[in-house]
């Protein structure tokens, strides 16, 4: 079975809800919790004996280069998650490449180990943003776990593969993309990746479609953010809709993580991704075959 274990690097105040209301030239004046919740992350792992991917914003590896050592001392992948957490369909192709080039810079700079993985921020290769898939086979990139195969107001391809695949993107460029998990139930897809669906589903529900997916054995991929182990972070004045998605069940994160780590085997992207190619798990598709 596989079952890919990843973390989203970034600070509480980086996410793309608070777009808005804290500005990127403000960063750096405001109080950095990473460390100290990353580390728990990291104990956590160790104590139950389970690496991970940490996909890296680049403005996060320009101010904590030693906590990126530390990561990869002990045993986890580092990977990009972009420079300063812009979604790639507002970016643009050329901003986008240039993005990944800054990013990828920084995190290689501060952990001394070559990046081949990448994650966009908040998902958001779309259908709109397919182009941005030969731009990372381009750059040297050949992981991805950026596609959400769920409708969603911000990301998504509804229709994508639900399993990973090496994707043929023409003129002998090949990717291999993990998309984030989902469990079929009749007509409906059941976000089951983690971040705020772990948070948002009931426990109960969300350990019985995993499960599903286990004993299914379909390779799943587990996602969390450091702040969402954060329940005291400091709150952003913003409208309910925003506050319910961030906040929401932050004190209960770190329980339920700690079922999944205790119940269920897990490893990071590129070697859950190796393995599956290794085995004749990851069948190479075409865009064109999408609905």
């Known amino acids: 079975m596989i079952n890919a274990l990843t973390v989203d690097l970034e600070e509480y105040f980086q996410v793309s809800n608070f ?12 109080p950095s919790r990473l460390r100290e919740q990353t580390t728990r992350l990291l104990d956590l792992f160790e104590a139950s004996e389970h690496r991970a991917t940490f996909f890296v ?15 990869r001392t002990r045993g986890h992948e580092v990977a990009c998650h972009g420079y300063s957490h812009e979604l790639v369909y507002q970016l643009g192709p050329e901003r986008f490449r240039k993005d990944l080039r800054r990013a990828r810079a920084a995190l290689e700079d501060a952990c001394g180990a070559a ?3 990448y994650r966009a921020p908040s998902y958001s290769i779309t259908r709109d943003s397919l182009w941005a898939l030969r731009i990372l086979v381009e750059e040297g990139f050949t992981l991805d776990s950026s596609i959400f ?30 998309p984030l998990t989902t469990l079929r139930l009749g007509p409906v897809l059941l976000p089951l990746a983690g971040g705020a669906y772990l948070r948002f589903l009931p426990a109960p529900l969300f ?15 587990l996602y969390l953010h450091p702040w969402e182990i954060d329940p005291t972070q400091p709150r952003q ?12 069940n932050l004190s209960r994160t770190e329980e339920r993580l700690r079922w999944l780590l205790t119940h269920f085997p897990f490893s990071p992207l590129g070697e859950s991704l190796r393995t599956l ?15």
């Open 277 to 291: 190619k290794e085995t004749g798990q990851l069948p190479i598709r075409r865009l064109e075959e999408l609905a």
């Open 19 to 30: 777009d808005r209301v804290v500005l990127r030239e403000q960063w750096d004046s405001l």
């Open 237 to 248: 004045k913003v409208g309910w809709r925003i506050r319910i998605n961030h906040y929401y």
């Open 115 to 117: 990046v081949d993985a």
């Open 57 to 71: 914003l680049g403005w996060v590896a320009e101010r904590h280069a030693a906590l990126l050592r530390e990561i």
């Open 149 to 178: 195969p769920i409708r969603h107001p911000r990301y998504g391809i509804p229709g994508f593969f639900r399993e990973p695949v090496h994707l043929d993107l023409g003129d002998g460029l090949y990717l291999s993309e993990f």
């Open 207 to 221: 350990r019985w479609g995993f499960q599903r997916l286990v004993q299914a054995r379909q390779a799943t991929v």
